[in-house]
């Protein structure tokens, strides 16, 4: 007769929890990836300081090298156009593992819903001033706005990755792109949305109303 495995103990819980926990964390940055986010962070930084007191066409790319005290090479090595340094956050990568991390046989919609949601609660409070800055950007500059189309596209890209991994579909799956499509066009129309109404409603709220309304027609 077999020996009767050993139950566990209430310290191997934690521990197996914690493991679970941790599998799910995204991997900690070296040296070298915390000095890059750094420099990003300060650029960015000095370029909303500098459009807040002049003004978006008036903020020039020397200038924003020299508020970040950095060079122009590095300025446009972080950031091709002036436009990018707006609209760049770090938040896709952190998107993509939150989206690979939901429950498993949770509707993709709603997996995009829960993401988005919290990802737009996050930036509000971290870095409120920041968003509500670049809303307007996006409402007011044309070129921001031309810009966000074309980051929001890459950004589309990466989120169809996500979900044809989870719901066993091809990455070029022409649904899977019209699907994720969709989802991030609604995320632009809101954020465009909430500008034109001077961020007075819950941005979060928006998305789930926004998100409601494509739910009849999209389904994986």
Same mark, same amino acid.
């Given at each position: $007769?077999?020996?009767?495995?050993?139950?566990?103990?209430?310290?191997?819980?934690?521990?197996?929890?914690?493991?679970?926990?941790?599998?799910?964390?995204?991997?900690?940055?070296?040296? &070298?990836? &915390?000095?890059?986010?750094?420099?990003?962070?300060?650029? &960015?930084?000095?370029?909303?300081?500098?459009?807040?007191?002049?003004?978006?066409?008036?903020?020039?790319?020397?200038?924003?090298?020299?508020?970040?005290?950095?060079? !122009?090479?590095?300025?446009?090595?972080?950031?091709?156009?002036?436009?990018?340094?707006?609209?760049?956050?770090?938040?896709?990568?952190? !998107?993509?593992?939150?989206?690979?991390?939901?429950?498993?046989?949770?509707?993709?919609?709603?997996?995009?819903?829960?993401?988005?949601?919290?990802?737009?609660?996050?930036?509000?409070?971290?870095?409120?001033?920041? $968003?509500?800055?670049?809303?307007?950007? !996006?409402?007011?500059?044309?070129?921001?706005?031309?810009? $966000?189309?074309?980051? !929001?596209?890459?950004?589309?890209?990466?989120?169809?990755?996500?979900?044809?991994?989870?719901?066993?579909?091809?990455?070029?799956?022409?649904?899977?792109?019209?699907?994720?499509?969709?989802?991030?066009?609604?995320?632009?129309?809101?954020?465009?949305?909430?500008?034109?109404?001077?961020?007075?409603?819950?941005?979060?709220?928006?998305?789930? &109303?926004?998100?409601?309304?494509?739910?009849?027609?999209?389904?994986?």
């Amino acid at each position: $007769m077999a020996a009767s495995a050993t139950p566990p103990s209430a310290d191997d819980a934690r521990a197996d929890a914690d493991a679970d926990d941790n599998a799910q964390q995204p991997p900690r940055l070296g040296l &070298r990836e &915390r000095k890059k986010l750094k420099t990003r962070v300060a650029i &960015r930084e000095a370029t909303y300081r500098l459009i807040a007191d002049q003004g978006y066409e008036a903020a020039t790319v020397e200038q924003i090298a020299a508020a970040a005290e950095v060079s !122009m090479s590095t300025v446009f090595r972080y950031f091709p156009t002036k436009e990018d340094i707006v609209l760049t956050d770090e938040f896709d990568p952190v !998107m993509d593992a939150a989206i690979r991390a939901r429950p498993a046989g949770e509707p993709p919609l709603e997996s995009l819903r829960s993401v988005l949601t919290q990802a737009a609660a996050a930036i509000l409070a971290d870095q409120p001033a920041e $968003m509500a800055q670049r809303s307007r950007l !996006m409402l007011e500059i044309p070129a921001v706005r031309a810009r $966000m189309t074309e980051t !929001m596209a890459e950004t589309s890209l990466l989120l169809s990755r996500a979900v044809a991994d989870r719901t066993g579909r091809e990455e070029g799956d022409l649904e899977v792109r019209v699907f994720t499509a969709s989802v991030i066009a609604a995320l632009r129309e809101v954020t465009i949305y909430w500008a034109e109404h001077d961020q007075k409603d819950d941005l979060a709220v928006l998305i789930d &109303r926004a998100l409601d309304t494509l739910k009849g027609g999209l389904a994986l």
